[in-house]
């Protein structure tokens, strides 16, 4: 004889809620098991992986990024500069403020190039090599004109000079490498290719080697390098369209060949080789100012408000030449 079970209502209520409450946290669950099945089932496809040949050739490469990283980032240094800035009113104070850039280690004399504007009006230059060392560089020489600078450190057996290259030879599209300090980050590595040889950018007589290689604020004054670890330039400038001085992939680079001839001058010289300048301060001339000078009013010219100490005007005066 069969027993029929008889539910209360309360019974039934009670059942069918916790049946509820179950479902509610365990259906999710099963989906989400159930969606990342389907969906590792439909990523897959028939593409084959690289052949042997093919990882090879891959590991080839990036063997030979790496070896140029490791042939050039000891002769790379961090420079960090202490700068006192004039004020631009009679009652402001001078300030001190911090610079960086980069430099390159070119013999173990302890002779360091960088550019001129990363180390201009220092009052103290430290360097910070690839161990970790640092020493108080001395100014040797700038030159405006090209941008480039010389500085010097202590000599040492453990200094790593780099090796020069042929800047003669860049051909575009050829890669190469920018190794230095972007925002004080030491020993950032980036590559790209030679977007332009030749590039005028200024009214000086140096062109430039334009580059889509990374280069930022703190690079200036490092290397460009070719494939083989060869200094062929020393990073200069950017193109930042919006102003905040980050890389839009336009950069350009003061090819080595033509400061080699600069960086021996100034190990000669040891000064600082300014921009070509008159050194005069002129003013156009006026009816109240003719009048106070006691100058007929049918001469015409401009007036020499002042000569600049040092300038070649200056010893013109004096020599009467």
Do not use: C
Not at 153 to 162: C, I, N, R, T, W
């Amino acid at each position: 004889m069969d027993k029929k079970i008889k539910l209360s209502r309360f019974a039934l209520m009670n059942l069918l809620f916790s049946a509820f409450l179950i479902g509610t946290f365990i259906s999710p669950l099963i989906y989400s098991g159930l969606k990342k099945h389907i969906t590792l089932k439909s990523i897959q496809t028939d593409a084959d992986p690289l052949s042997e040949t093919e990882q090879i050739s891959a590991i080839e490469i990036q063997k030979a990024f790496m070896n140029v990283y490791k042939k050039a980032q000891p002769s790379v240094v961090y420079i960090k500069t202490n700068i006192l800035v004039r004020p631009h009113a009679w009652f402001d104070y001078y300030q001190q403020v911090e610079g960086a850039g980069s430099g390159v280690i070119i013999d173990k004399e302890g002779y360091i190039v960088t550019n001129s504007h990363v180390v201009k009006g220092a009052t103290n230059i430290e360097v910070f090599f690839s161990d970790n060392t640092r020493a108080i560089a001395k100014l040797i020489g700038r030159d405006e004109n090209s941008d480039i600078a010389l500085i010097k450190v202590p000599p040492s057996d453990k200094l790593q000079p780099a090796v020069l290259g042929d800047s003669d030879k860049v051909q575009t599209g050829q890669l190469v490498f920018a190794l230095g300090s972007p925002y004080g980050l030491a020993s950032t590595f980036t590559f790209g290719i030679v977007s332009a040889v030749t590039r005028y950018i200024d009214n000086t007589k140096y062109s430039r080697i334009q580059t889509d290689a990374s280069i930022n604020p703190g690079n200036s004054g490092g290397p460009l390098l070719n494939i083989y670890g060869e200094v062929i330039g020393i990073n200069q400038s950017i193109i930042s369209p919006d102003g905040r001085g980050g890389s839009v992939g336009i950069g350009f680079a003061i090819p080595i060949n033509e400061i080699k001839e600069t960086i021996e001058l100034l190990k000669k010289e040891k000064r600082v080789i300014g921009k070509a300048a008159l050194g005069v301060s002129v003013t156009e001339s006026n009816e109240s100012l003719r009048e106070y000078l006691g100058i007929p009013k049918n001469l015409k010219g401009v007036i020499v408000r002042f000569v600049i100490p040092n300038s070649a005007a200056e010893k013109s005066w004096h020599t009467g030449k």
